[in-house]
C-alpha cells in the first residue's frame, strides 16, 4: 500500500515537471515571437536620412522580431532613390544591422532642378542632399551621362570642392567646335579647372597639384596642355605635370 503510494507521488511530480518544462517552452517560444526590434543601427549613409530608411522598411513601430524578413525590408528599402544596395545583419539582442550602399550624388542641374547620379538617373532634388556643386547651363545628353559617369571615379572631397560646373565646349576663333566634352570647374578655393572627359580622372590630383603652386590663384588647364595661368600670366608647370595621366 505504501509503494503504491510513493509510486503515485513519484508520478505526480513527473507530471508536474513534464507540465512545467512545456509551460517554459511555450514561454520561450512567446517570448521570442512577441519580442519586438530592440534596436536598429543603420550605416553607410551620407545623405538619406536614418528616419527615412525606418519609415519605408515599416519599422517605426518597432514590430515583433520574428516577423521581419530580410528580403522583404531589403526590397523597400531599395525602393528609396539613393539606395544602390542594401544587405541586413540580426543577432540574438535582437538587433538589426543594415547597411547601405548610397548611389553617387555628383550635382544639381539648374536647367530642371534635378539631382544628378554616377549612373546617369536623375531624381527629385531633396534639401538634405547639400554641399554639392551645380551644373549652370544645359549640357547635351550623351556628353552628360559620360561626364556623370567619369566624376563617379572621384571621392566626395574632389566633388564637395567644387563649387559651380559648366559645361563648355573649347571653340575655335571662328566658332567651329574643337572639344564638345569640354566643362569649366569653379573650385570654392577660387580657382578656376578646363578639363574635359578624357581627363576627366586628373581631377583626383587637384589638391597635390595646388600645394605644388603654393596655393597661387588661377586658371588650371587639364583638358589640353597642361598649364596654368597665374595672374593673367602664361606658366608652365613642368613639377606637377608627372602627376596627372596624361
Known amino acids: 500500500m505504501a509503494q503504491k503510494k510513493r509510486k503515485k507521488k513519484l508520478n505526480v511530480r513527473k507530471l508536474f515537471v513534464f507540465i512545467l518544462f512545456f509551460y517554459l517552452v511555450g514561454y520561450g517560444v512567446y517570448y521570442i515571437l512577441s519580442e519586438p526590434v530592440r534596436n536598429i543601427i543603420i550605416s553607410g549613409t551620407t545623405y538619406i536620412n536614418d528616419a527615412d530608411v525606418i519609415e519605408v522598411a515599416g519599422l517605426k513601430n518597432y514590430p515583433a522580431y520574428s516577423s521581419l524578413r530580410n ?9 528609396l532613390p539613393l539606395v544602390e544596395d542594401v544587405s541586413i545583419k540580426r543577432n540574438l539582442l535582437f538587433q538589426l544591422k543594415i547597411k547601405i550602399k548610397e548611389k553617387k550624388v555628383i550635382c544639381v542641374y539648374d536647367d530642371n532642378n534635378k539631382i544628378l547620379l554616377s549612373d546617369g538617373s536623375q531624381i527629385d532634388n531633396d534639401s538634405n542632399i547639400v554641399g554639392i556643386p ?7 545628353e550623351d556628353v552628360l551621362k559620360k561626364f556623370l559617369s ?5 571621392d566626395y572631397g574632389i566633388i564637395s570642392s567644387i563649387s559651380e560646373i559648366e559645361y563648355s565646349p573649347d571653340k575655335s576663333g571662328t566658332g567651329s567646335i574643337l572639344d564638345e ?16 572627359l578624357d581627363k576627366l580622372d ?27 595661368e597665374v595672374k593673367w600670366t602664361l606658366t608652365t608647370m613642368k613639377k606637377w605635370r608627372k602627376l596627372l595621366v596624361i
Open 150 to 154: 567619369g566624376m563617379g571615379n572621384l
Open 134 to 140: 551645380s551644373l549652370v547651363n544645359y549640357t547635351k
Open 71 to 79: 528580403s522583404k525590408l531589403k526590397k523597400k528599402i531599395k525602393s
Open 181 to 196: 566634352t569640354r566643362f569649366m570647374f569653379r573650385m570654392n578655393d577660387g580657382n578656376i579647372v578646363y578639363i574635359n
Open 202 to 228: 586628373n581631377m583626383k590630383y587637384y589638391f597635390k597639384i595646388y600645394a605644388s603652386l603654393n596655393n597661387k590663384k588661377g586658371i588650371l588647364h587639364l583638358d589640353s596642355g597642361d598649364y596654368m
